[in-house]
Structures are given as C-alpha cells and as structure tokens.
C-alpha cells in the first residue's frame, strides 16, 4: 500500500466496561465505571483491593471450547479480541492471502504470571516432577503468537513492549509493515492483565491511588493520588484503502500517523517538562499533515497519578496553546483503569466511537479542579460532538512517548 494511508476495517474489543465495540461504546457514553472490588485473585493482603476487571470473557461462546484449555488469561483476552476484529472486517483468512496476513501486539506484563506459576511448580515439585504447562506462556510473545496459530495467520508476526504506549508502537509497527508492503492485512493492538503480581508491584512502588488517598480513578482532578489498575484488549484489523475497498469492506476511520519519542532521564521517571510527548504530539500532527486547530478531540492519557497528569497538562498547553480551550480533551481511564499496554489502543478504539456516535466519552468522577490541569476534561458527562480528527496520547514511566491522529471516514 506504498503512497496510501492506512484505514481501520474490523475493531476487536475485550474491556472491563463490556465485550464488543458497541458494549465498550455505550459503556463509555453513559460515564459507566468498571473498577470495583478485585476478584480474579486474592488480594485481601494488599492495602488497595480496587481494579477494573474483565469479569465475563465469554470465550468460550465467542472462540468455541477447543484448544483453550492450556492459555494463560493474556492469550484468551487477545483471541477474543482478534476474533471479533476478524468478523467485523468480514475478513476471510485462507490459503490463498495466509502470508500476506501479519500480526502486531504490544504487550509489557502478562507473561510474569505463568514465569511465577512456573517457578512455583518447579520449587513445589522439584525440576522432574514440575508441569510443563505453564512454560510455553513464560515469553513475551505467547498471546500474539496464539492469535497466528488460531486463525491460520502465517505472515509476520511481532511483539512489541514500551510499557503504557505498547499498543501505540503495535499501531506504528503495523503502519511501517503496511507502507513497505510487507503484509497486506494486519490484525495489530494490544493486551494487559491484571495479576497477583502485577498489583504487588505497583503497591510496592507506592504507584497506586489508595495508598495516600481515596482509592478512586479521577484524571485531572486535585484529589489524585495514583492510577488504579484495569485489564483489556483490542485488535484493529488495518489495511490499505485499495484493499478495503476491494473487499468492500466497512471502512471506520483513517489512521492518519503514529509515533513513537523516547526521552528516558531516570530509569522509572518521566521528564518533569514532558518534553518528549510534547514532540511526539507535535510530530504525529505534522505526519498527518494537520495543525493544532484541526483536532476536534483529545483522548488523553491522564490516568489520575500526580505527576503524569500535570505533565501532559502542560505539553497540551504547549501544542495547541489557545486552541486548547475549544478542544474536549477526556480521560476514559477514569472507568477502565490503567490498562498499561492495552491503554492507548482502547483510546484510539474509543476515538472511533467518538467518530462514528458523535459524543465524547467524559472523564468521571471529576469534582476538585486542579489549576495545574486547567483543560476541558469533559467532567462527568458525556459531550455531544462532531468529531472528524481526533488525537490520542500516550507516555509512561521509562521514557516512552506516543502519540496518533485518527480520522472518520466518509
């Protein structure tokens, strides 16, 4: 697809609001809040016990009962999004298109469960006796691997891991593949869920609303102390629009650019000046050849911690200046959760529905303002909104920043 942009022709969803873009839509339209009381595990010894959990997978319905009965909870999260995503295209993968068919997933922190369940074995039952269930899923690249063996994929395949914009460099991965004609076809997103040990290191980090204050999710307000963790999925299925159109495809937004900064200064910190979103916004608004007054909605990547919130505050401030005070720029973190590697392409997912419904996702539980964070978070209730260019940020903690436009289709 040399010369074309990419387009956005099948969307897979797997979030704690709901199963399937239009559950994930209007959960998000009517403010609906998916962190409650943690129960995919026990965490009666941590300080915190709030998350936003994926509570029905259904994958049994949606994937059919063989062959899942060995995966770890990451891989069946991303096959039902992959299957979703798949359908919505009315994608056929057959012997005739298998190798022009490609696979990108970001993902950070899945496989640490089935690393500890693993070592648990081998100290319990000793290296002779040990199961060697749970090895297969020890790597990284377990769940977009599965997605390939599943559905009979066999072009490339890649894992990327950036932390909180994995799914974004999944995204850009998936667009440079596209452009060098690599692959045709290209089911791309992210994963992330939640674990034992996953909420045992953020707690340990001091990394967590609840610790220093209310255990609640509420970007840009003056009451954040922290992110509270969620779980989710998502998978695009991206192509050229020559082959969108040729397959007569539903065809849902361009992706217009995508990239990717790195400003690491401390192993763990965030630059205080956010220079490096600042660049990767800047630079995502010049690939796609349209200027700070263009954007009509900014899906932030504010998750309710002090110091990243503030920071991506002042780098919109910088970018779009006094256009700012036009653009809504809401957080749906506030009702899923930190998703980490599965954040940025729930954004990007919600953006679509923005497109396609005309209403902007609000940010919940906004009721203090922050001077520091003195933009339009659209507080509590949804916008009623064109949106035809929408923009989604994305950074963490290592220096690692994102930054993609979207636009409707017509």
């Not at 397959?247 to 956010?274: L, Y």
């Amino acid at each position: 697809m040399a010369g074309q942009e990419a387009v956005i022709t099948g969307i897979g969803v797997v979030a704690p609001n709901g199963i399937g873009k239009e559950n994930f839509w209007q959960g998000l339209e009517e403010g609906r809040s998916a962190i409650g009381k943690i129960s995919s595990f026990d965490a009666g010894k941590f300080s915190v016990n709030a998350a936003a959990e994926v509570r029905s997978l259904g994958e049994e319905t949606i994937l059919g009962g063989k062959g899942l009965r060995n995966l770890d909870r990451s891989a069946l999260m991303l096959l039902v999004a992959a299957k979703l995503a798949i359908a919505d295209a009315g994608l056929e993968i057959n012997d005739g298109n298998t190798d022009r068919v490609g696979v990108s997933c970001g993902t950070t922190f899945p496989h640490l469960w089935s690393i500890l369940e693993f070592n648990k074995e081998v100290f319990k039952e000793g290296l002779d006796f040990a199961s060697p269930a749970f090895f297969p899923s020890t790597v990284i690249n377990a769940a977009s691997s599965h997605v390939s063996i599943r559905f009979n994929i066999q072009g490339f395949n890649a894992t990327t891991s950036t932390g909180y914009t994995s799914g974004l460099t999944a995204i850009k991965y998936a667009l440079d593949a596209l452009k060098t004609e690599k692959a045709e076809i290209i089911l791309a997103g992210g994963v992330e869920v939640l674990t034992n040990f996953l909420f045992f290191g953020f707690q340990k980090l001091g990394y967590m609303a609840g610790l220093k204050g209310e255990a609640v999710s509420c970007p840009f307000d003056k009451r954040r102390n922290g992110p509270i963790l969620g779980e989710g999925a998502v998978i695009f299925c991206l192509e050229g629009e020559a082959s969108a159109r040729k397959r007569k495809a539903m065809i849902f937004a361009r992706v217009k650019s995508a990239v990717n900064f790195f400003d690491a200064s401390k192993m763990g910190r965030i630059h205080p000046e956010g220079i490096g979103l600042e660049t990767a916004i800047k630079d995502s608004l010049e690939q796609a050849r349209v200027g700070p007054d263009d954007i009509d909605y900014i899906s932030a990547c504010a998750n309710s911690s002090l110091d990243m919130d503030k920071i991506e505050a002042k780098a919109l401030k910088k970018v779009f200046g006094k256009s700012l005070d036009r653009i809504p720029a809401s957080s749906i973190k506030s009702m899923l959760g930190e998703t980490i590697s599965a954040s940025s392409v729930l954004q990007a997912a919600s953006c679509v529905g923005a497109m396609r419904r005309g209403v902007i996702p609000p940010t919940v539980n906004y009721k203090t303002k922050d001077p520091e964070c003195d933009i339009d978070c659209v507080p509590n209730k949804a916008q009623k909104k064109d949106v035809n260019l929408a923009l989604v940020t994305s950074f963490g903690p290592g220096g690692y920043n994102a930054a993609s436009v979207l636009e409707r289709y017509n």
